[in-house]
């Protein structure tokens, strides 16, 4: 083979190389790679974001399917909303657990709605064509104003609204983003004349999580965002201040599949499990998977899941 012959197939190959570079990198971006939808309806991966309500809640899809005959791959701990939602648009997963009012956001970042019956509608009209959702769960997972058990008996609390007449008093803890989104203070000082001056505002970065709590408890903030299942408000006598103006987005819990998934048997399926999955119950799994004495989500969603009868097909 000529010099010059063997030079054009090194040039020829190296633009393929390029070429197939810029297409696997460009294609999607989730790091599962895409997948191959399956014609089986009754093949079906489960995911799961990388929080333990998510794997839990995944987990009880998973197995209630099992139960009614579905072959159930599962690919928890995904990670954020732009992470497992493209894996489930290139069929990397056909079906993972979501909130409402997040999901809404995700697609329509100006989305205004509050109420649970008007986010549903919404996300109806926003949710792309090749994303189906099912029945929402009456369990909600959304924000809340939370104060102590001290603080609400000394000013007799029981909505949002109360603790305005407080504003002045009162230092507020969340993540730093509270400070300046719709919901957060300003949407407090809009709905109930709550008025945070910014210097009374203390932002920590855990999700509601242990160290909000503790601001809470040991007296550092008055009162703080912590979200509705958080097994915390129970063990630390909190109070949730009620938001009868809808301040907060509805999160019910609700299941995202891939529309070319959705089929009657999983609808049927899904649907029964919502029904009997309530705020309340979440707040008792997460507290069960919670600490060093918890059990693993898949034990915690199997008591429930047999506990609930999903642990044998569904009759009808």
């Known amino acids: 083979m000529s010099k010059t012959r063997k030079w054009h197939l090194a040039i020829l190959a190296a633009v393929l190389a390029l070429l197939t570079l810029g297409a696997t990198g460009c294609g999607s971006s989730n790091p599962l790679g895409g997948g191959e939808v399956s014609g089986d309806l009754k093949s079906i991966v489960v995911g799961s974001a990388d929080f ?81 959702i099912l029945n929402p769960s009456p369990a909600e997972d959304k924000d809340t104003v939370a104060v102590s058990e001290e603080t609400a008996k000394k000013w007799n609390l029981k909505t949002i609204a109360d603790l305005a007449a407080h504003s002045p008093e009162v230092k507020f803890g969340g993540p730093s983003e509270f400070l300046n989104r719709t919901e957060g203070l300003p949407g407090l000082k809009a709905k109930y004349g709550l008025d945070i001056p910014p210097n009374n505002f203390v932002a920590i970065s855990d999700g509601g999580g242990p160290a909000t709590v503790k601001a809470l408890v040991d007296g550092t903030v008055t009162a703080a965002d912590i979200f509705s299942t958080s097994p915390a408000i129970k063990e630390n006598n909190l109070v949730v201040l009620e938001d009868p103006k809808n301040n907060f987005l509805a999160a019910n819990v609700i299941p995202l599949v891939s529309s070319q998934k959705k089929s009657d048997e999983l609808k049927q399926v899904l649907d029964a499990v919502s029904a009997k999955l309530t705020t309340d119950a979440l707040i008792e799994l997460n507290t069960a998977t919670s600490g060093n004495a918890g059990v693993n989500a898949d034990e915690a969603a199997r008591k429930w899941v047999a506990d609930n009868g999903f642990d044998k097909p569904i009759q009808g």
């Open 52 to 132: 333990p309500e998510s794997k839990i809640i995944a987990e009880i899809y998973a197995q209630a399917l099992e139960a009614n005959g579905f072959t159930v791959g599962r690919q928890f701990g995904i990670g954020s909303r732009e992470t497992y939602i493209p894996a489930v648009r290139d069929h990397s997963i056909d079906l993972i657990p979501e909130y409402t009012g997040n999901l809404l956001q995700y697609f329509d970042k100006n989305a205004d709605v509050t109420t649970p019956d008007d986010v549903l509608l919404a996300l109806f009209r926003t949710l792309p064509g090749d994303l189906s």
